[in-house]
Nanobody
């Protein structure tokens, strides 16, 4: 059974930083991707970042490129999302997701497993 557990959200002032963590369990295959998405009230779920667990590929939308960075700790089965220079428009519920496939995806419907989400709020 695949489980994803996010943590690290909180309230921060604009310009500040947060690091989100996603601990995974039950992912026993070698070809999978970890993604982060966010959803603000009244808006659709939005792609934030994704990485191939085995390395060699990552992707960020222009809205976060240069500010957000993914990393992973293979030994701890954890993926991190470092968020710097946060803006009020980054405020959302952030979800970690897993995709078991050879090819990557940046669409929410391309991911099968989801965590419960962690709230990020950025004040101006």
């Amino acid at each position: 059974q695949v489980q994803l557990v996010e943590s690290g959200g909180g309230l921060v002032q604009a310009g500040g930083s947060l690091r989100l963590s996603c601990v995974t369990s039950g992912l026993t295959v070698s070809n999978y991707y970890m993604g982060w998405f966010r959803q603000a009230p009244g808006k659709e779920r939005e792609f934030v970042a994704a990485i191939r667990w085995s390395g060699g590929w990552s992707n960020y939308p222009d809205s976060v490129k240069g500010r957000f960075t993914l990393s992973r700790d293979n030994a701890k089965n954890t993926v991190f999302l470092q968020m710097n220079s946060l803006k009020p428009e980054d405020t959302a519920l952030y979800y970690c997701a897993a995709r078991i496939a050879i090819l990557p995806s940046i669409r929410p419907d391309g991911y099968t497993y989801w965590g419960q989400g962690t709230q990020v709020s950025v004040s101006s």
